[in-house]
């Protein structure tokens, strides 16, 4: 019975082992290895983009180089330059000085820009909620609203957001 277990396992690991390198060598994985490259070479994590008004893209990243919402600028989507910019230089009362995470920029109708963000709760630390803040131009300064679009709290909280325009005009917020 023993020898039958380990020549089956033996069969099931080595058939598993055959399949990997097939595996690696997918169109998917051969893709992203050949088009892979850096746009920044810098702590810049869950990045958002949007072309703005002045028709410059601009990417925005979770809190990192002693700023709480870092900014980028492309003028051709391919060279990126990190500003030096605090675009989120004050808080709302809500909110901690910690973990401001994966903010997302849209421009409204107005031409003004909103900011949605995940900024630590005050009331629950290690909690985060939505907030929303706005600037005149996309690099910031950004104003935050004094009450968070959302917190859920009780079911861990609010983060990620994402804002977009529907094509009949509507806009939305999605997040966890």
Not at 107 to 130: F, P, Q, W
Not at 154 to 167: L, N, T
Request: aromatic residues 10%; proline residues 6%; charged residues 20%.
């Amino acid at each position: 019975m023993r020898s039958s277990f380990i020549k089956s396992t033996s069969t099931w690991a080595l058939l598993t082992l055959s399949l990997l390198p097939g595996a690696l060598s997918s169109p998917l994985f051969e893709k992203r290895a050949k088009n892979a490259r850096l746009a920044l070479n810098t702590n810049f994590p869950d990045p958002s983009f949007i072309r703005a008004a002045d028709n410059r893209w601009y990417a925005f990243g979770t809190n990192g180089n002693g700023k709480r919402v870092q900014v980028a600028v492309s003028d051709d989507f391919n060279t990126w330059t990190l500003l030096d910019v605090e675009a989120l230089p004050t808080l709302s009362t809500w909110e901690t000085e910690n973990d401001h995470w994966a903010p997302d920029v849209v421009m409204r109708d107005d031409g003004k820009y909103v900011m949605y963000y995940s900024g630590e709760a005050k009331s629950n630390l290690r909690h985060h909620c939505v907030g929303t803040a706005v600037a005149d131009h996309p690099a910031g300064p950004y104003v935050p609203s004094n009450t968070p679009l959302s917190c859920r709290l009780d079911r861990g909280g609010s983060i990620d957001p994402a804002g977009f325009k529907d094509k009949d005009g509507s806009r939305y917020v999605v997040f966890k």
